[in-house]
């Protein structure tokens, strides 16, 4: 009967994933229902903490970026992928590290990844190698973002948990996933051909009109931008330094006295990081657009919010049937991965990096799989240095990131393999991940 349950659970992933949008919620749905009413599983709880979360703090970079904070954002990041362009594959992956990380969003990639592969072009460098990184980069900032819902999620919801948690993660995954990208880089500092004597490249270069773009000079003016941009910037950072701090000094917050254990507070009275984030994040947003008189409407029409839906009910629909699927087999399950786990810890990264290929949601990945690391007894540092596992969307080449960085680049370079996963992305994935997470153990033991 478990088998047949787990067919039915990566069934309503797998299709839920080739809808695209929110097809992988409804989908989630289906399965939901067949579990309840076929199966008669006791419904698990919704993740309606990762949800408020998502709404939060999405809905505060929405208002960034109808401020025009992501617009000068994505200029500072082009002069600095910009000033050395013969290292660009290197430059190119750090600094879309960096400014993911600070967004807390990988939605800044897509601006940069024309410039990225433009840079690259011009130098004779085989785009795939920057833009192939530089995805991969971008999914390895929110392991370790405090304003990445995946982080928010792992460090409350129920999971880690503790006072401090979230310090523990970026204290760990940010330093490990930063030693990932640098083997990646070098991983694939002499992928391919050189352009140069790629035949895909060279027969694009008999055209003319190809030939002489490729070669002119940007002709693109850097985009005006809003007055209230540079405002929005600082007090989205305010809103990260006092979300850093609420998780470095709990005591800082206000304590109310001991209860009934709620969605915001704990049996102790203690705030948890959802209402901490919550209240942190829209109140900033609340002031961007005061302060630079950016209209709430106009927050609603940008990209990010609508992102925002997409996301919330993609977890909404796919966490709560595979919370479900666990709870029903927890014991089956436990028992049979709880003694190869509890010698070899690092085991259960593979289990992780599997479900996070198909769920294409580091928060859905996430707030499933970590709850059972809980269970089986791995410990904290442990599951923080497996946290990177979660970023393995780039397995199965349909995630918007990786799609985009195919279609930017003009010289062909960067592709989708014949037998699919033989994709420009899959090697420095793979390394990244891997030295991640080894790097988090390293790390973490020394902590």
């Not at 880089?185 to 027969?203: H, M, N, T, Y």
């Not at 799609?403 to 090697?427: C, E």
Request: charged share 10%; hydrophobic share 55%.
């Amino acid at each position: 009967m478990l088998l047949i349950q787990f067919i039915i659970l990566i069934a309503m992933i797998l299709i839920g994933s080739q809808m695209k949008g929110i097809g992988l919620g409804v989908m989630g749905m289906v399965g939901l229902m067949i579990f309840v009413f076929l199966f008669q599983m006791r419904p698990g709880d919704p993740p309606i903490d990762v949800m408020l979360v998502i709404m939060a703090i999405v809905s505060t970079a929405a208002t960034l970026q109808a401020c025009g904070g992501l617009d000068y954002l994505v200029q500072l990041a082009e002069k600095v992928i910009r000033s050395n362009p013969s290292n660009i594959v290197f430059i190119a992956p750090f600094t879309v590290y960096f400014f993911c990380l600070f967004a807390g969003t990988a939605h800044l990639l897509y601006s940069l990844l024309p410039i990225i592969s433009e840079v690259a072009a011009k130098k004779r460098i085989r785009p795939e190698r920057p833009l192939s990184v530089s995805v991969i980069a971008s999914h390895l900032a929110i392991t370790g973002s405090p304003m990445s819902a995946a982080t928010a999620a792992f460090a409350g919801a129920g999971i880690l948990a503790y006072p401090g948690a979230l310090i523990d993660i970026m204290k760990i995954c940010i330093p490990a996933c930063l030693i990932g990208i640098l083997f990646s880089c070098f991983a694939v500092l002499k992928k391919g051909k050189e352009l140069e004597e790629d035949p895909i490249f060279i027969e694009k270069m008999k055209d003319p009109e190809f030939a002489k773009n490729l070669d002119s000079e940007p002709g693109n003016k850097p985009k005006q931008l809003k007055k209230g941009a540079k405002t929005a910037v600082v007090i989205f950072a305010i809103a990260v330094l006092l979300i850093v701090l609420a998780g470095a000094c709990p005591q800082l917050l206000p304590q109310f006295g001991a209860g009934e254990a709620s969605l915001v507070l704990t049996a102790n009275g203690e705030l948890k990081m959802v209402a901490v984030i919550s209240i942190v994040t829209l109140t900033a947003s609340a002031l961007m657009m005061l302060l630079t008189k950016t209209s709430a409407v106009d927050v609603t029409k940008v990209s990010l919010f609508s992102a925002m839906a997409t996301a919330v009910v993609s977890v909404f629909g796919v966490v709560w049937m595979s919370a479900t699927f666990m709870a029903h087999n927890q014991v089956v399950i436990k028992g049979f991965m709880e003694e190869i786990v509890t010698a070899h810890p690092w085991t259960f990264a593979i289990a992780v990096f599997a479900l996070g290929a198909l769920m294409f949601s580091q928060a859905a990945t996430t707030k499933t799989m970590m709850p059972l690391g809980m269970a089986l007894g791995v410990p904290h540092h442990a599951l923080i240095a497996i946290f990177p596992a979660v970023n393995a969307d780039f397995v199965l080449p349909g995630y918007p990131t990786l799609l985009a960085a195919i279609n930017f680049d003009r010289t062909g370079s960067t592709k989708i393999g014949k037998f699919v996963v033989n994709h420009s992305f899959m090697v420095p994935g793979l390394v990244a991940v891997v030295v991640a997470i080894a790097a988090g153990f390293l790390i973490g033991a020394f902590l």
